[in-house]
Each structure stands twice: as structure tokens, then as C-alpha cells.
């Protein structure tokens, strides 16, 4: 009788890795959550990376504006800057946040690879980005002009992805 007992955390482990595995199984690694999609975008108090009072996200965020969390410390989020910059050129406004970084490194960061952003907001904590659903960065929400976030990139922005996110703005930019 002995003998078994000694066997119950291997047979317990056995259970537990067959179910972690059927799960494994069935999960999509590339799955991205969005759940904020369709609702209102949190209504956050940032300061802006030029210094300044406090700015409430939701009086600067205009229809089929996109808001892009980004951080100087993040690889990818260099990758999406020409598409930030290109965007930018054609009239579509962004609104930055800096996310979880320290603000002369962001001010470094847009010196160096140029700055797409309408505005600049820091999220030093990440309260914000945590109420938007940012799981990493960088992430881009396009919002609605009712303030609704549409649709949601939570990866570089290409040009593709720039495209596919603007058509469901319907059309404005």
C-alpha cells in the first residue's frame, strides 16, 4: 500500500500535464483579446511629453483619430514608425502615449526616429494603457467620433494593417 502512495504526485503531474496540454492543443497562440472593442475608450488624464497641465484623452481623440502605444524601449514599435510617419503625412492624426517609459527617453526616441504624433501623452505607470487592454507594445486603437474604440492592432503597424484599420473608420481621415 505503501508503494502506491509513493506514486500519487507522479500520477497527480501526469494529470496535470495531459491537461495543460489538451488545452495547449486547442489555444491559438496569435490570439489577441479585444475585448475594449465597441466600448468607450477609458476616459484618462495624461500629461502631455511637451510639458504642460494635464490633458483629458477623449477632449483630443477626434473622429477616425488613432491612438498608438509606443515606447522607446520597444524594438517593434521602431519598425511601425514609417508607417506612423507616412499616415501622418496624409492627414491622419495620432495621439501617442508613451507607455511605461521615461519621457527624455521618449523625447530621444521621436528626436531620432522622427515623431508621427499629433500629441504626446505619458502613461509612466501604464494605469492607462492596463484600462485600454494593452497587453505590450506597441498597440494602435482607431476611435470613433463617438468616442467608441473600433477596432484595435496589437502589433506593428504596416502598411496593410494601416489600410484595414482606417476602412473601419468608415472612410474619414
Same mark, same amino acid.
Given at each position: 500500500m505503501k508503494r502506491w502512495i509513493a506514486f500519487l504526485p507522479l500520477a497527480a503531474l501526469l494529470v #496535470?500535464?495531459?491537461?495543460?496540454?489538451?488545452?495547449?492543443?486547442?489555444?491559438?497562440?496569435?490570439?489577441i483579446p479585444n475585448a475594449r472593442v465597441g466600448q468607450a475608450m477609458p476616459d484618462a488624464v495624461l500629461p502631455p511629453l511637451s510639458g504642460g497641465a494635464p490633458v483629458r484623452l477623449s477632449s483630443v481623440v477626434q473622429p477616425a483619430t488613432l491612438v498608438n502605444?509606443?515606447?522607446s524601449w520597444c524594438a517593434p514599435c521602431?519598425?511601425?514608425?514609417?508607417?506612423?510617419?507616412?499616415?501622418?503625412?496624409e492627414g491622419v492624426r495620432i495621439?501617442?502615449?508613451?507607455?511605461?517609459?521615461?519621457?527624455?527617453?521618449?523625447?530621444?526616441?521621436?528626436?531620432?526616429?522622427?515623431?508621427?504624433?499629433?500629441?504626446?501623452?505619458?502613461?509612466r505607470d501604464g494605469r492607462t494603457g492596463v484600462d485600454f487592454g494593452?497587453?505590450?507594445?506597441?498597440?494602435?486603437?482607431?476611435?470613433?467620433?463617438?468616442g467608441?474604440? #473600433?477596432?484595435k492592432v496589437a502589433e506593428p503597424l504596416t502598411a496593410d494593417s494601416a489600410e484595414q484599420l482606417l476602412e473601419r473608420s468608415g472612410g474619414k481621415r
Open positions: #496535470l500535464g495531459g491537461l495543460f496540454a489538451a488545452y495547449g492543443l486547442r489555444h491559438d497562440p496569435r490570439y502605444f509606443y515606447a521602431i519598425q511601425e514608425e514609417p508607417t506612423l510617419m507616412a499616415l501622418k503625412a495621439v501617442g502615449v508613451a507607455w511605461k517609459d521615461d519621457p527624455q527617453k521618449t523625447r530621444a526616441h521621436l528626436a531620432q526616429h522622427g515623431d508621427p504624433y499629433a500629441l504626446t501623452l505619458v502613461d494593452v497587453s505590450g507594445v506597441p498597440e494602435t486603437y482607431l476611435i470613433g467620433a463617438d467608441k474604440i #473600433l477596432a
